[in-house]
């Protein structure tokens, strides 16, 4: 991987490799990859070092994504069951400085939150999995506000709004486009809820199973598309409409019989044999404009001696795509959030100390880099050791790569760094607070 990786991070005559090196063993020896943290572990590590080089150092990301993505499909791609998982992830932030920083919807939290919001897309075969993509998402209030953008680092290029989805598919289209090969692709409800995103990825024959909401609707008979005929002597009607009314997914669920309900095997799983109820039927859907409605699959699933669905999918797989096929593929997203825990707990997706574009775009991107070496090592290591995990093979790095020595005077040295910082916190905070008591005892 060294020989592949070093030359992304030579810039003119500026070769920080050995900083990338050392700053992506920070991120598997540090309990909390902070900049001062993985420099008192990393052996030659350096805290402002760390902060300059994902800060301000001009190696371009763009070509190691590329490179992650040619070396992840080497290892996943093309296989029956290689898919591209689409998904986006919170992280919570103090202020408004962080680039695309707002409040907005935290799914993590479940609730709106001040947070940035990323879509990332996970490479799997349904056994390993990583991380091959993301964009950082920026809310209209800072696509119009040109002075905070520049503020931020943001580039001209990337100033302008762009929905969650249409970012998703920016990620597929060029996912593609850089050979990479996977069956299907799949997404969680906030993407399925999106009609033209559903519609652009079957426009470009990309196989999908997408969640969806209960609201969502559909036509369990093909409805005739036109503009009706005039009534009277009024207006004339220009709109199209469909024949019929449709029914949400929730109601054309409700109205199948308990014969239409299949019980399957979607994998094994810690616990044993993951089981649950399926059902599965043909559906039109319409957009309100298109000539024709298109013809979809619903799929249904409930847990197993609940009357309740708990989840429903649309997925433009072939017509004769079994239940069982699509049940596993719309449980398969579970991967995705395997691939969160796993960089949020082990290669510290969350913890970066950094507030603009260029400084979280190398981060993500040397955190994915770190998710790839440990799949590289999980894949070597099959199936002989099928349970290794994330978790083990950081724990095996962190206690043989080289660390600073754990003197006496290297380790009160460390204590003393952090004694103050955190002196200089508390000294910050009770600085803004005698602020805020002379604001208020000021006369109005």
């Avoid at 090196?21 to 991120?27: A, C, D, F, N, P």
């Avoid at 404009?289 to 009357?307: D, G, N, V």
């Avoid at 043989?400 to 020595?405: D, F």
Wanted: charge should be neutral.
């Amino acid at each position: 991987m060294r020989e592949t990786y070093g030359a992304f991070f030579r810039a003119g005559t500026r070769d920080n490799s050995a900083t990338a090196r050392r700053y992506l063993q920070g991120l598997v020896q540090a309990e909390n990859c902070t900049f001062s943290e993985m420099a008192d572990v990393v052996e030659g590590g350096d805290e402002q070092q760390f902060q300059h080089f994902i800060s301000n150092s001009p190696w371009r990301y763009e070509p190691v994504i590329e490179q992650i993505g040619r070396d992840a499909d080497r290892l996943l791609g093309g296989q029956d069951e290689s898919y591209l998982i689409i998904d986006e992830s919170s992280f919570a932030k103090q202020g408004d400085r962080s680039a695309g920083v707002a409040r907005q919807w935290s799914g993590r939290l479940g609730k709106v939150d001040n947070c940035q919001v990323a879509v990332f897309a996970v490479l799997s075969d349904g056994t390993s999995h990583t991380p091959v993509d993301m964009r950082l998402y920026l809310p209209g209030r800072w696509v119009d506000d040109p002075e905070r953008c520049a503020r931020a680092g943001i580039p001209e290029k990337s100033r302008h709004l762009v929905s969650k989805s249409g970012l998703a598919l920016d990620i597929v289209r060029q996912a593609r486009e850089r050979g990479m090969r996977f069956r299907y692709v799949l997404a969680d409800g906030g993407y399925g809820k999106e009609p033209a995103f559903l519609r652009a990825l079957d426009d470009a024959h990309e196989v999908f199973v997408a969640d969806v909401h209960k609201t969502q609707t559909v036509w369990p008979e093909r409805p005739e598309i036109g503009v009706p005929a005039p009534k009277g002597n009024g207006k004339q009607p220009t709109k199209k409409h469909a024949s019929t009314a449709p029914v949400t997914v929730e109601n054309a669920v409700k109205a199948l019989g308990t014969e239409q309900w299949q019980r399957v095997e979607l994998r094994d799983s810690t616990r044993g044999k993951l089981r649950v109820d399926v059902a599965h039927l043909r559906v039109w859907v319409w957009d309100g404009e298109e000539e024709e409605p298109r013809q979809w699959h619903l799929i249904a699933r409930r847990e197993i001696a609940s009357s309740k669905p708990i989840k429903y999918s649309l997925s433009n797989a072939p017509e004769g795509a079994s239940t069982l096929h699509l049940a596993r593929m719309q449980g398969h997203r579970f991967w995705v959030e395997r691939s969160f825990e796993d960089a949020k707990g082990e290669c510290g997706l969350a913890d970066y100390q950094v507030t603009g574009w260029l400084a979280w775009h190398h981060h993500i991107t040397l955190v994915m880099l770190a998710m790839l070496f440990i799949l590289q090592q999980r894949v070597a290591n099959l199936p002989i050791l099928d349970l290794l995990s994330a978790r083990d093979i950081v724990e095996i790095l962190a206690e043989t790569l080289p660390g600073k020595a754990r003197t006496e005077d290297a380790i009160v040295a460390r204590i003393n760094r952090r004694h103050g910082r955190r002196q200089k916190s508390i000294d910050s905070r009770y600085r803004a607070q005698e602020r805020r008591d002379r604001d208020e005892s000021a006369p109005a």
